[in-house]
């Protein structure tokens, strides 16, 4: 075995020019390596695996090396480190040795490997680097060409979660069914039940999502439990809105009173509330454990999650995104946003009356069409990259595709009064506030009404003027009360 002195007397050698070419082991050279890594000495680590790629003469290892330098850039092995941040060298770094490897050494022992690590590369939620079709190519192409890798199910969840996402819900459900039936052990099985029950769902499946969703309720890892139990709960919810009007919602416990009235209000994961303070210009957050955290944001009218549960807000012409800031032209008045991608958004133009798509680098890349004299007033995002426009002059939910054209307008005007807020839950539905008869309406991911809440108004804890909401993962309503300045959890 190579000692410590002798493992930085290799990392030397290898830092000379030529002396890799004059009959070095690569092995032995790889070794050192790994062993120097584990010491803390990386960079040493790194140079060795440079020269022995740029040398041409690590032969049947190549692959080892450039995966090693791969995972030095970018250590991420799971879905679960995406939102790590990386400077973008590293992660070009990342991207170089890994396409090497899939693209060039694909009979290689890190060929699988190399392309699962790639296609999460290719899901990261970075300008660049985001690229789902190519993520499902290569995701859903490794099960075929290393059917024996223990990469297989992690690759089939993937592919399976990037299906759903871009609207391919019976893909997804194949993938999902092949994943269980093929390793139904394997921790990757919990979560395959919860995509398998949003993509039932999606291809009109009701049966089948609520057995896919308590099965992920027994599941072991406490986290899919929950959001199985989150999704069955709406989908019941849901189900039995079909059947009467008015489904009940009790409130649960007093309401949370605030420094101020909430100009927007948002849900991130685990309930994390979120809400607008534009008077104090700050953005207040709560945490499910009752943990308070303010920052301060002058200006700040409209806040939003996106699907990787990361913070958005604007206000004025500035949109903060959570790379970086999209500042646009001067007359720009920002009152409500949708991510709709890594670094893209819709957002309402209060001056301008308009609803413009905004990308990082960009600026405003569409502008939607909006029938008559509308007056956008919310938004939300849709699966493919459109979006549901409230228009609260019109009393109409406007739906746009991704290029900003109209698709169809839903008239509300013989449901409600005064609509000022629109939120949407994780299956589609889409769910509307009434300010004036105090009810929320809900309807169908292709905008057909359901069924109607009316929202609580009598004694000390009921609404007195509901002027914004939110949705959870469970159907729970949050409501806002701009007279008393409160928060309202209704579940």
């Not at 092995?27 to 120097?36: G, I, K």
């Not at 416990?253 to 607008?276: C, I, K, N, W, Y």
């Not at 709709?340 to 798509?357: C, E, F, Y």
């Not at 292709?446 to 007195?464: D, F, K, N």
């Amino acid at each position: 075995m190579v000692g410590r002195q002798g493992r930085v007397i290799l990392a030397i050698l290898a830092s000379v020019p030529g002396l890799l070419a004059q009959g070095s082991l690569p092995e032995r050279q790889l070794r050192a390596a790994a062993d120097l890594e584990r010491d803390g000495q990386v960079e040493q680590a790194r140079e060795i695996y440079q020269r022995l790629v740029a040398s041409g003469q690590a032969g049947p290892w190549t692959d080892d090396a450039l995966l090693a330098l791969a995972r030095l850039a970018w250590p991420v092995a799971s879905e679960a480190g995406l939102l790590e941040t990386y400077r973008p060298e590293a992660l070009e770094q990342a991207r170089s040795a890994l396409e090497r490897i899939w693209n060039e050494l694909q009979d290689s022992n890190s060929a699988a490997e190399a392309g699962y690590r790639l296609a999460l590369l290719r899901v990261l939620p970075e300008p660049g680097f985001y690229d789902p079709d190519g993520a499902i190519a290569v995701a859903g192409s490794l099960p075929t060409i290393h059917p024996d890798s223990p990469r297989v199910p992690d690759a089939l969840l993937l592919a399976a979660r990037l299906h759903l996402r871009a609207g391919r819900p019976a893909r997804a459900r194949e993938l999902c069914w092949e994943l269980l039936s093929r390793f139904p052990d394997h921790p990757a099985a919990a979560r395959a039940w919860l995509i398998a029950g949003r993509a039932a769902f999606a291809s009109g499946l009701r049966g089948e999502a609520m057995t896919a969703f308590g099965r992920a309720q027994a599941a072991g890892d406490a986290a899919v439990a929950r959001r199985g139990l989150e999704a069955a709960t709406l989908l019941d919810r849901l189900s039995f809105g079909l059947l009467r009007s008015d489904p009940a919602y009790q409130p649960e416990g007093s309401m949370l009173h605030l420094p101020e009235r909430a100009g927007d209000l948002a849900l991130g994961p685990d309930d994390r509330v979120s809400a607008t303070l534009g008077r104090r210009g700050e953005l207040w957050s709560r945490a499910r454990d009752g943990s308070l955290d303010t920052r301060a944001l002058p200006g700040v009218r409209a806040v939003a999650y996106d699907a990787w549960g990361r913070l958005w807000s604007a206000g004025g012409n500035t949109v903060m995104m959570p790379a970086a800031n999209l500042v646009l032209e001067n007359n720009r008045e920002i009152i409500a946003l949708a991510p709709v991608g890594p670094a893209a958004a819709w957002v309402v133009d209060s001056k301008a009356r308009s609803v413009l798509r905004v990308e990082a680098g960009r600026g405003v890349v569409v502008e939607a069409t909006l029938p008559g004299k509308a007056t956008p007033l919310d938004l939300v995002g849709t699966e493919d990259g459109g979006a549901w426009v409230l228009d609260g002059r019109r009393r109409q939910l406007h739906r746009v595709a991704s290029d900003g054209s109209l698709l169809e307008t839903r008239d509300l005007e013989s449901l409600m009064r005064t609509p000022l807020a629109l939120a949407r839950d994780q299956l589609g539905y889409l769910y509307v506030l009434d300010g004036k008869q105090k009810l929320v309406v809900i309807f169908t991911p292709e905008g057909e009404m359901l069924s109607r809440v009316a929202l609580p108004t009598a004694g000390e804890g009921g609404l007195a003027r509901p002027d914004q909401l939110a949705v959870g993962a469970a159907g729970d309503l949050l409501l806002a009360d701009g007279r008393k300045k409160g928060l309202l959890w209704l579940r």
